[in-house]
């Protein structure tokens, strides 16, 4: 067996989430948008499948909003609330894709600045203040970073938010934090949470969007005034309670999945960074989620690391990415002053719940070996 060292990009689902799911497809597998015996037994379950979510993100069952996914939900969260209340928009500088391209496009209109980072990834609480003003529309920051895994002050920024622009809401994007941290208490001071079920254990193409209640959004898809009219079209109920039976499972199981995948993690890349030479860890250890090891090597592009780690049975991932045929760094790492020599030598290793020792001692003889096979060739 591969040692499946990629949960960031996606996870197995769930024992728990599968059952819940198979259920919706082969019985209950009525239009919850109905009146009739079937459809009322569909919105049955998907009522009871946003309490659940609700209390696992925090907040009302009146405040979820379902998605297709995180990206969705990123993108309802950025365009909708300038929609609403056009504004500059600001970002930090390490955000995922689907709300750095969301947050561009609105600024194209508008105005919106982007907020730095340090050498750890965390955003630069000095710097904000001077850039939130009165008319800021909505200001972003992610709660874990998808590629270093950095925890993000969140309850800090919000507050200066409070401060300086009371108008303005704060959007997070929980998607790589659900799995680690507690959503409910870390990410309470936002208006705007986005979540993705494949990320803790749940199918794809599912996700949710906490909109809480001073929180105004214009919808993205519109047509059957579904979900409060915020986000139309047939409810995928089986995946939607599939996404919750994972969540429950993740909160009822967290404590103890973060104390032993840190120690997994900890293990892993105290060994590689002891085994290869010119290998250095990106950010702070202690500032990250516990399923986070990302590292950088000297004298190794990724894309060439990433093919022999796959052949020796490795799967992982890197923080960069193809632009019209030239492999460049990651925008978290330019971010973060990593220099682009040595950012193009980035390797992701990401644990889950399942992680095993078995896999944790096949990556530490599978990198060194070949980071060396690369150096030498």
């Known amino acids: 067996m591969p040692a499946y060292l990629d949960h960031a990009a996606t996870t197995p689902m769930r024992p728990e989430a599968v059952e819940a799911m198979l259920a919706l497809l082969t019985e209950n597998y009525g239009n919850p948008s109905g009146s009739h015996a079937v459809s009322r037994q569909a919105k049955k379950a998907l009522e009871e499948a946003r309490e659940v979510v609700a209390e ?29 209340r056009p504004g500059p928009v600001l970002w930090s500088a390490v955000e995922h894709h689907a709300v750095l391209h969301s947050a561009e496009n609105a600024a194209k209109a508008l105005g919106g600045q982007v907020v730095p980072v340090g050498p750890d990834g965390v955003v630069d609480l000095d710097a904000l203040p001077r850039l939130v003003g009165p008319s800021t529309s909505v200001v972003a920051v992610m709660l874990a970073n ?174 960069s990415a193809c632009t019209s045929g030239a492999v460049e760094p990651s925008h978290v790492l330019s971010a973060m002053g990593v220099p682009r020599e040595r950012g193009l030598g980035a390797l992701r290793l990401s644990l889950g719940p399942g992680t095993t020792e078995a896999e944790i001692a096949l990556a530490l003889e599978a990198v060194p070996a070949a980071v060396a096979r690369l150096r030498e060739a």
């Not at 993705?196 to 898809?221: C, D, Q, T």
Request: proline content about 2%; hydrophobic content about 50%; glycine content about 12%.
């Open 56 to 84: 696992a993100l925090g907040a009302r069952p009146g405040e979820v909003v379902f998605t297709a996914g995180g990206t969705e939900a990123d993108n309802l969260a950025i365009t909708g609330a300038v929609a609403a």
């Open 146 to 319: 998808n590629e270093v895994g950095t925890v993000q002050p969140l309850v800090e920024v919000a507050a200066v938010v409070a401060e300086q622009a009371p108008g303005a809401l704060v959007m997070t994007d929980a998607v790589q934090a659900f799995q680690w941290l507690d959503v409910a208490a870390l990410a309470a001071a936002a208006d705007l949470v986005a979540v993705s079920a494949h990320k803790f254990g749940g199918p794809k193409g599912v996700g949710a969007l906490v909109v809480r209640g001073r929180a105004r959004l214009e919808p993205l898809i519109v047509g059957g005034g579904q979900e409060r009219g915020l986000r139309s079209g047939t409810h995928n109920v089986a995946g939607i309670v599939a996404m919750a039976a994972a969540m429950a499972a993740v909160v009822a199981e967290r404590e103890r999945t973060v104390a032993r995948v840190a120690a997994l993690r900890d293990r892993l890349a105290d060994g590689l960074l002891a085994a290869v030479e010119g290998a250095q860890e990106t950010g702070d250890r202690s500032r990250k989620v516990a399923g986070n090891c990302h590292l950088t090597f000297e004298g190794v592009e990724s894309e060439a690391l990433l093919m022999l780690l796959d052949g020796a049975g490795v799967c992982a991932s890197a923080g």
